[in-house]
T-cell receptor, first 114, second 114 residues
Framework: AQSVTQLGSHVSVSEGALVLLRCNYSSSVPPYLFWYVQYPNQGLQLLLK??????LVKGINGFEAEFKKSETSFHLTKPSAHMSDAAEYFCAVSQSGGYNKLIFGAGTRLAVHP | DAGVIQSPRHEVTEMGQEVTLRCKPISGHDYLFWYRQTMMRGLELLIYFNNNVPIDDSGMPEDRFSAKMPNASFSTLKIQPSEPRDSAVYFC????????????FGSGTRLTVV
């Protein structure tokens, strides 16, 4: 069975600092991996996805993530945090098999301080 | 495309009352998912449909919860009778079969049962 672990339920950075949100997955087959962002009082929005093409994936708002099979990781990064990046971020893995089912991590809340 | 549309955005009801949440998926999407989000439990998958047929309802917490999808453009999640512990944000999401696309989420319904 596939699963996702997000290390750190809360991450706090200063504006302009590097953002690093960690995600490790477990999958017996090549996974599809996703990062979603949830701003306050909104639904989840797709940030970026890995679907077995390039291992470095670029998403919206300057975020990117690198798929590392040897480390079973898909960490999300942004070189310089902005106040508007404050949100909750969810990593997800697509379950193999006949049905399209995403398994979500517990989420990481990112706070950005001036 | 208007995206996934959920109604109402907010619902406040008294314990014991019936509550119906509504969802209109993106046209052409053949998967529909209902999630519940709480601070304590995070994102929980309640049920999902493929081509209007319920595939997995193992996440539905109790018999008080029921979901239907009478056609490709409409789904409901009903709670009868409602209880205070049902207070949460309920999200609907839809997707295409090909798991490469991920999900598109609605803005959610914030349910408060008093």
């Amino acid at each position: 069975a596939q699963s996702v672990t997000q290390l750190g339920s809360h991450v706090s950075v200063s504006e302009g600092a590097l953002v690093l949100l960690r995600c490790n997955y477990s999958s017996s087959v090549p996974p599809y991996l996703f990062w979603y962002v949830q701003y306050p009082n909104q639904g989840l929005q797709l940030l970026l996805k890995y679907t077995s093409a390039a291992t470095l994936v670029k998403g919206i708002n300057g975020f990117e993530a690198e798929f590392k099979k040897s480390e079973t990781s898909f960490h999300l990064t942004k070189p310089s945090a902005h106040m508007s990046d404050a949100a909750e971020y969810f990593c997800a893995v697509s379950q193999s098999g006949g049905y399209n089912k995403l398994i979500f991590g517990a989420g990481t809340r990112l706070a950005v301080h001036p | 495309d208007a995206g996934v549309i959920q109604s109402p955005r907010h619902e406040v009801t008294e314990m014991g009352q019936e509550v119906t949440l509504r969802c209109k998926p993106i046209s052409g999407h053949d998967y529909l998912f209902w999630y519940r989000q709480t601070m304590m439990r995070g994102l929980e998958l309640l049920i999902y449909f493929n081509n209007n047929v319920p595939i997995d309802d193992s996440g539905m917490p109790e018999d008080r919860f029921s979901a239907k999808m009478p056609n490709a453009s409409f789904s409901t999640l009903k709670i009868q009778p409602s209880e205070p512990r049902d207070s949460a944000v309920y999200f609907c999401a839809s997707s295409l079969y090909d798991r490469v696309y991920g999900y598109t989420f609605g803005s959610g319904t914030r349910l408060t049962v008093v």
